[in-house]
C-alpha cells in the first residue's frame, strides 16, 4: 500500500466527530414560583460556576429584573414571579459582561479593582479591560 491508500483508510477508521463541547457551560436557574415569589435555589451554585461572587451577581440580577430580592441559605427569593427563561436570559447577560474576556472569549476571568475603576483581567491570555458598567 502506498501512503495515500494508507491514509484513505485511517481516515475511514477515525471516529465521526460528534458535537463539539464546550468546558464551560452557564448552569440553568432551578427554583419555582411560590405564592408571589420566585425562589431559585441554586443561585449560589451558579456564582460559583461562574467564579463570582454571590453579591455581585445578586445585585446584577435584581437591576436587570428590577425586582427586590434576598439571598438565603437556601437560594435567591425575588418578590415577584419571573419565568427560568428570563432569569436564564439575565444571568446570560451578566456573564458576557463580567466574565467571558472580549479578547479570546475564554471565561478564565477575574474583577479587579483599582481605585474608582474595575477591570476584568483575564487569565488566559493577560488582557485587561476596564468595565463600563457600575455595580
Do not use: W
Amino acid at each position: 500500500m502506498d501512503y495515500e491508500q494508507l491514509l484513505k483508510k485511517a481516515r475511514s477508521e477515525l471516529p465521526e466527530i460528534t458535537a463539539a463541547k464546550d468546558r464551560f457551560e452557564i448552569p440553568s436557574v432551578t427554583g419555582h414560583i411560590q405564592g408571589n415569589k420566585t425562589i431559585i435555589s441554586n443561585f449560589n451554585q451558579i456564582a460559583d460556576a461562574l467564579q463570582r461572587d454571590p453579591e455581585h451577581l445578586l445585585k446584577f440580577i435584581l437591576t436587570e429584573l428590577a425586582t427586590p430580592g434576598d439571598l438565603k441559605a437556601t437560594g435567591l427569593i425575588l418578590g415577584s414571579k419571573i419565568p427560568a427563561s428570563r432569569i436564564n436570559e439575565k444571568i446570560k447577560k451578566y456573564v458576557d459582561l463580567f466574565v467571558i474576556c472580549p479578547e479570546c472569549k475564554r471565561p478564565d476571568t477575574k474583577l479587579t479593582k483599582e481605585g474608582p475603576v474595575t477591570f476584568l483581567k483575564c487569565l488566559a491570555c493577560g488582557a485587561r479591560h476596564p468595565l463600563k458598567t457600575k455595580l
